[in-house]
């Protein structure tokens, strides 16, 4: 089997993230890597908090924090949602981890090594009204490209397009709100992104990414037609990856840091190294995973934002270094997913965070419906109203409905075991085809990584099943032919095994509850066959069953109106 590296965006560290944020990056990674585990592959998925740069020097300015310490108390809570929502990390890391600082160096010593960073002095805004140079997303102006008026110096984040701070139209602070600006000269490092154009362009056509998602290959190849310019990766900070002084004495001694755009993405090497530092017995090899790793399939998992910094720049990164670190092989982008026609904010607090979310609903309720409903052809907008169909339709009447009926009614009339009844007939075998291929194409969304596509198919294979128990109606059966009615509510109870196999890594909690309700002696099947899933007989019977409290509760009215008054519920 084929091992698979998976990483997804780093999580900024000033704030506790949306349910835009998740399901652009983190939750569809962890579903695939669920996913591919049970197909069994060896699997590394790898996250860490994104720490360096100006917002976090700010935000812990606000908290009345150290820097270093409000980093450590803010990566302890993400990593407590992210537990919540089972996200299945091999590991989640730091960026200011030690492996973290001593990598992005070595990049950077080997970048000079072979002429791909040069130092120039440059002309740099600095605010009188806050006595310091400005980082470049710490100016804001309107974008002179789409008109936004919020643009920030370095990204537009609503046309994407890269910027210098001096592109900015009626540029002021955003720390201060003040336009008193002046441009001082200071030198800085920039990386040469012009020179590894073509070497970027040349790996970009032939590592398959015409395979990728349009929205991820067109960004990567818009930015290549517009031409790679050469980028400043260095920043006027107190917190952040130093400069080495063996190479830029100089820069060192005046406090330069990396900018957070050049370390984060090293910070998935870093992540994977800090894996290994875990355990002191040398079991696990960082490098296997990153370095001369060409058995491995390396799968990145990001919001279109994020996409020209991975696709391009990364890489053209990794191979100024003349080192031969694994580069992307699949690139999955995510399109916006809005609240109500409005964009979720962080920092205006719009829309509902991850922290709120699991304090209103257990967390399979927002994997599922966030997979269901994933932005991967174009931008999709949250609803409340959205929401509740979703999850009273599909979890608690198609899937949840269905466990709770079969297993209190087999319960009931036959008792705490699997009834045996009758050997399977024509509505049986035709079940098992119908299951069978509906399970291979879940397989083949899952391998492709079409979300929405694969939740549609898990979401008829739960179907299927309503639509057995219909037609065999055992409450009826029951009454003319005792051995008809065991036979269909053990073919039912066959497929809430498999369901809970195959829901896993959409709703993991919910399928242990499912798959814990047999006692099953070594029931160590961690995936199910479409051949195999035709029989529906790993669960024999004589098995002895329970019956899990409700799965899911549906969502009242009065539910509904309790959030629309508590995070909005109109358009924005």
């Not at 927002?366 to 174009?378: G, H, M, T, V």
């Not at 299951?435 to 990584?449: F, P, T």
Request: some cysteine; aromatic content about 12%; proline content about 5%.
């Amino acid at each position: 089997m084929a091992r698979h590296l998976i990483t997804s965006a780093l999580p900024y560290i000033n704030g506790i993230k949306h349910l835009g944020n998740m399901v652009g990056s983190m939750l569809p990674a962890d579903v695939y890597a669920r996913y591919m585990r049970q197909r069994g592959h060896e699997v590394l998925y790898i996250c860490a908090t994104d720490e360096h740069g100006t917002p976090a020097e700010l935000a812990a300015k606000d908290a009345g924090q150290s820097v270093d310490a409000f980093c450590a108390e803010q990566h302890d809570k993400q990593k407590a949602i992210y537990d919540g929502f089972a996200l299945d990390f091999d590991y989640f890391g730091r960026s200011s981890s030690r492996e973290n600082v001593e990598l992005t160096q070595h990049f950077a010593r080997k970048l000079h090594e072979n002429g791909f960073i040069e130092e120039r002095a440059i002309r740099q805004v600095f605010s009188i009204a806050d006595d310091r140079f400005l980082p470049d997303r710490y100016i804001v102006g309107t974008c002179p490209h789409c008109g936004y008026d919020k643009a920030r110096g370095d990204q537009c984040e609503n046309c994407t397009r890269v910027l210098d701070p001096t592109d900015l139209i009626d540029a002021r602070s955003a720390i201060s709100g003040s336009g008193e600006l002046e441009v001082r000269e200071t030198k800085h490092l920039f990386l040469l992104q012009s020179k590894l154009q073509h070497e970027v362009e040349g790996w970009l056509d032939g590592n398959g990414s015409k395979d990728w998602p349009t929205l991820a290959s067109s960004i990567a190849h818009k930015w290549l037609t517009e031409g790679l310019q050469d980028r400043a990766i260095t920043r006027d900070l107190d917190w952040g990856v130093p400069v080495p002084a063996d190479v830029w004495p100089e820069l060192a001694a005046e406090g330069k840091v990396f900018y957070v755009w050049f370390d984060a993405p090293i910070e998935y090497i870093g992540s994977t190294k800090e894996w290994a530092d875990a355990v002191s017995d040398g079991s696990r090899d960082w490098k296997s995973w990153w370095y001369e790793a060409d058995d491995v399939r390396y799968t990145e998992f990001m919001a279109k934002d994020n996409v020209p910094f991975h696709s391009v720049m990364f890489p053209a990164t990794q191979l100024g270094t003349r080192e031969p670190w694994k580069k992307v092989d699949f690139l999955k982008a995510f399109n916006w997913l809005n609240y109500y026609g409005g964009k979720f904010s962080t920092s205006q607090r719009r829309g509902i965070f991850t922290d709120a979310a699991l304090e209103l609903l257990p967390a399979d309720y927002w994997r599922y419906f966030l997979i269901a409903n994933a932005p991967e052809s174009d931008d999709t907008s949250f609803t409340w109203e959205l929401f509740s169909a979703s999850v009273n339709k599909d979890l608690a009447d198609t899937l949840g409905n269905f466990v709770n009926r079969v297993l209190s009614f087999s319960r009931k009339r036959f008792g705490d075991e699997v009834p045996a009844g009758a050997e399977a007939g024509p509505a049986e075998q035709k079940l098992g085809e119908e299951i069978a291929g509906l399970l291979s194409e879940y397989e083949g969304h899952m391998e492709a990584l079409q979300f929405r596509k694969a939740a549609a198919s898990l979401r008829a294979l739960w179907s299927a099943g309503n639509s057995y128990l219909e037609e065999k109606a055992p409450w009826l059966e029951i009454k003319t032919d005792k051995d008809a009615a065991a036979l269909t509510l053990r073919t039912a109870m066959n497929l809430i095994h498999l369901y809970a196999i195959v829901s896993e890594p959409f709703i993991p909690s919910s399928a242990k509850a499912m798959r814990g309700a047999f006692a099953l002696e070594n029931d160590t099947a961690v995936w199910v066959s479409p051949e195999e899933a035709k029989a529906l007989a790993s669960v024999p019977a004589g098995t002895p069953f329970t019956v899990p409290p409700v799965l899911f509760a549906k969502i009242t009215e009065e539910d509904l109106e309790s959030y629309r008054e508590r995070f909005g519920g109109a358009e924005q």
